[in-house]
C-alpha cells in the first residue's frame, strides 16, 4: 500500500517524530501529492513498463492476434539522508521556556533534508554519486523529451499542452522554476488565462498553484543553465504521473515512513547531546511514459 506523508504522521507516536513528518508535508507540495511505498529490504525490485500489447477488433472465427506487452526489472537502492545537531544542556534546559529547542533545530534540519531531497529528486543519478537515487532528468526517455526550440524557445500554451499530452494516461503534477510559473501567469494575463491559478488540495494544508487543472510544484534545483544548441540560459518543466501501478513514487523503509529524529547521546567532552535527523528513501518510476519533459525554455 502507498503511504502518503498525512497518514505517515498520524501513524508517528513521538510528538517530536510525527512534527518532523508534518514538517516536510506542510512545507512542500510534493509530498502531498506523491505516494510513497514501503521497502522491506535495502532493495526495491520492481518490474517497469516500456510498452504495452496490442488488441483489435475481430469478426467470428477469425484468429486473434498474439502481443505480449514489454517489460525491465528494475532494482533501485534505498538511500540514507541525514544530518545531526548539537544542543548544548544549557540551552535546552534555560531556553526552552517558551520554544522547545530541540524541536525548533530539528525543524531546521528537516528544512535541509527537504531541500536535498529535492535537489536529487530532478538531478540525481546514481552513477555519478551512489550515494544518491536516480532523478527525473535522467529516469525521463528520450522519447517523452521535447524542445522547445532548437536554440531555445519563451514558453507557450501550445508547447505546454503538448508536454500535458505527452504523458499517455495523464500527468498528476507539473514540476518547474519560479521563474517558469511567473512566465505562465503572465501568459494568463496577456491572454486571460485557462483556469483558475490557485486551488484547494487535500493532504494539503494551503491553496496549490495549478496550471490547465493540473498541479504545479515549484522546484528552483531545475537548473537555469542548461543548454539547448546555442543557448546556455534555460530551462525544463517536467509533467509527472504519480501512483504505484504505472507511475513515479517514492520510497521509504524503516518505521515511520522512513523519518526518524533519533536522540545520539551526550558528546564525549562538551555539557551538549547530539541529535540525528535521518530519512531511509528513493524513488522508482514503474512506466517510461509516467514522466516527460519540456527542455529549451528561455527564461
Not at 538511500?79 to 535546552?92: M, P, R, T, V, W
Not at 494539503?204 to 522546484?219: A, C, H, L, Q, W
Not at 522512513?258 to 531511509?280: A, H, M, Q
Request: charged share 25%; proline share 2%.
Amino acid at each position: 500500500m502507498p503511504l502518503l506523508m498525512d497518514e505517515a504522521a498520524k501513524l508517528a507516536e513521538d510528538d517530536r517524530q510525527r512534527g518532523i513528518i508534518e514538517e516536510l508535508l506542510d512545507k512542500d507540495e510534493f509530498f502531498a501529492l506523491v505516494p510513497f511505498v514501503r521497502s522491506k529490504d535495502d532493495t526495491f525490485s520492481y518490474t517497469r513498463e516500456l510498452e504495452l500489447p496490442g488488441a483489435g477488433w475481430i469478426d467470428p472465427y477469425d484468429d486473434i492476434e498474439e502481443s505480449t506487452g514489454k517489460v525491465e526489472n528494475i532494482s533501485t537502492k534505498i538511500k540514507i539522508l541525514a544530518g545531526q545537531f548539537d544542543i548544548a544542556n544549557f540551552i535546552s534546559e534555560v531556553k526552552s521556556d517558551m520554544y522547545d529547542q530541540i524541536a525548533v533545530q530539528a525543524k531546521f534540519k528537516i528544512k535541509a533534508v527537504g531541500r536535498d531531497f529535492k535537489n536529487v529528486l530532478i538531478n540525481g543519478d546514481s552513477a555519478v554519486n551512489n550515494k544518491t537515487f536516480d532523478g527525473l532528468k535522467k529516469l525521463v526517455s528520450a522519447q517523452k523529451t521535447l524542445t522547445a526550440g532548437a536554440n531555445g524557445a519563451a514558453l507557450s500554451y501550445s508547447a505546454l499542452d503538448q508536454l500535458k499530452a505527452a504523458v499517455d494516461l495523464g500527468a498528476d503534477f507539473f514540476m518547474m522554476r519560479e521563474e517558469v510559473w511567473l512566465a505562465i501567469r503572465e501568459l494568463n494575463r496577456l491572454h486571460g488565462g485557462n483556469t483558475a491559478e490557485m486551488m484547494m488540495v487535500e493532504n494539503f494544508g494551503g491553496p496549490m498553484r495549478f496550471y490547465d487543472g493540473t498541479p504545479v510544484i515549484i522546484n528552483n534545483y531545475i537548473s537555469k543553465t542548461e543548454t539547448q544548441g546555442t543557448n546556455d540560459k534555460t530551462t525544463s518543466i517536467y509533467a509527472v504521473r504519480a501512483n504505484e501501478v504505472d507511475g513515479f513514487h517514492g520510497l521509504w523503509a524503516g518505521d515511520a515512513a522512513g523519518v526518524r529524529l533519533e536522540e545520539i547521546g551526550t558528546n564525549f567532552n562538551k555539557d551538549s547531546k547530539r541529535w540525528r535527523v535521518k530519512w531511509y528513501c528513493g524513488a522508482a518510476l514503474r512506466a517510461t511514459h509516467a514522466v516527460a519533459r519540456l527542455k529549451g525554455i528561455q527564461i
